[in-house]
Nanobody
Framework: QVQLQESGPGLVKPSQTLSLTCTVS????????WSWLRQPPGKGLEWMGA???????AYSPSLKSRTSISRDTSKNQFTLQLRSVTPEDTAVYYC???????????????????WGQGTQVTVSS
């Protein structure tokens, strides 16, 4: 059984960088693809980006300019950085195993098989 756990600050100030880490157990991040997704209040899930088992990355076009995903294979962790945050970035952030089909940035539940529990991040001064 694969387990994912998000960690990071729950409150970030506007214009700062949001950083979250996903720790994976029961599976290696050097296989499959691993994604970050988020759900703002009252809205649906949004795919943000993914890192592949071979180490390449893919990002949602709407967030690409502000997003970076990296990994530490020795710790079996991957990390999200979202720069220049605004209150509109307030959301529950999730890590998950899987990613959209190549060329797509749309969220489909069938593309993911294991999820973290999610972590609330609020952007506020």
């Amino acid at each position: 059984q694969v387990q994912l756990q998000e960690s990071g600050p729950g409150l970030v100030k506007p214009s700062q960088t949001l950083s979250l880490t996903c720790t994976v157990s029961g599976g290696s991040i050097t296989t499959n693809s691993w994604s970050w997704l988020r759900q703002p209040p009252g809205k649906g899930l949004e795919w943000m980006g993914a890192i592949r088992g071979i180490g390449g990355t893919a990002y949602s076009p709407s967030l690409k300019s502000r997003t970076s995903i990296s990994r530490d294979t020795s710790k079996n962790q991957f990390t999200l950085q979202l720069r220049s945050v605004t209150p509109e970035d307030t959301a529950v952030y999730y890590c998950a195993r899987g990613r959209p089909p190549i060329g797509s940035a749309n969220y489909r539940p069938q593309d993911y098989d294991w999820w973290g529990q999610g972590t609330q991040v609020t952007v506020s001064s």
